[in-house]
Nanobody
Framework: EVQLVESGGGLVQAGGSLRLSCAAS????????IGWFRQAPGKEREGVSC????????YYADSVKGRFTISSDNAKNTVYLQMNSLKFEDTAVYYC?????WGQGIQVTVSS
């Protein structure tokens, strides 16, 4: 059974940084895209970033370009989201997604 477990969230002041981790078990990262999504209160879930495990190509939403960096460690079956220069509007529950599987989500709160 595939399981995705996010970690690294929390409370940070605007301008600060956090690194989220998504550890996958029951699955090998070869030739799949791993993505981060987020959902703020009262808003729809939106895609933030994703990475291809085969060639390392990445995608970023315009709202996070230049501030967030996605990376993966295939040996550890883990994908990371380094979030710098955080803004209040980055506050959301962040989810990791692999194919049809979702993590449980982790809260990121940015205080202004």
């Amino acid at each position: 059974e595939v399981q995705l477990v996010e970690s690294g969230g929390g409370l940070v002041q605007a301008g600060g940084s956090l690194r989220l981790s998504c550890a996958a078990s029951g699955f090998t990262f070869d030739n799949y895209a791993i993505g981060w999504f987020r959902q703020a209160p009262g808003k729809e879930r939106e895609g933030v970033s994703c990475i291809s495990s085969s060639d390392g190509s990445t995608y970023y939403a315009d709202s996070v370009k230049g501030r967030f960096t996605i990376s993966s460690d295939n040996a550890k079956n883990t994908v990371y989201l380094q979030m710098n220069s955080l803004k209040f509007e980055d506050t959301a529950v962040y989810y990791c997604r692999l194919s049809q599987y979702w993590g449980q989500g982790i809260q990121v709160t940015v205080s202004s």
